[in-house]
């Protein structure tokens, strides 16, 4: 089984920072795209950013400038630091990573379980 547990959530003022890790773990072969999602009350989840084997990365506009996401392949780990947070920001975040698991030996995706991040103005 595979297994992605989200830490780093919680309560900020607007204009600072949060950092979000997501770890997976299990019988994993491989891992593909890595990602960030959130919902916020009453809406659809959104794409947030994600980031290749290859280092590659993909933003929405909404969070350009302001989040960075990075992983860490050795650990099989994705961060997000999200730097001048907005309280339009505050939503439910979740991981998303595509995974090689033994028992598949094909790759689908994996969603965490999800944070809480709240900004306050």
């Known amino acids: 089984q595979v297994q992605l547990v989200e830490s780093g959530g919680g309560l900020v003022q607007a204009g600072g920072s949060l950092r979000l890790s997501c770890a997976a773990s299990?019988?994993?072969?491989?891992?593909?795209?890595m990602g960030w999602y959130r919902q916020a009350p009453g809406m659809q989840r959104e794409l947030v950013a994600t980031i290749t084997r290859g280092g590659s990365t993909t933003y929405a506009d909404s969070v350009k400038g302001r989040f960075a996401i990075s992983r860490d392949s050795a650990k099989n780990t994705v961060y997000l630091q999200m730097n001048s947070l907005k309280p339009e920001d505050t939503a439910r975040y979740y991981c998303?990573?595509?995974?090689?698991?033994?028992?598949?030996?094909?790759?689908?995706?994996?969603w965490g379980q999800g944070t809480q991040v709240t900004v306050s103005s």
């Open positions: 299990g019988s994993i072969l491989s891992i593909n795209l």
């Open positions: 998303l990573m595509t995974i090689a698991a033994v028992t598949t030996l094909s790759f689908n995706d994996y």
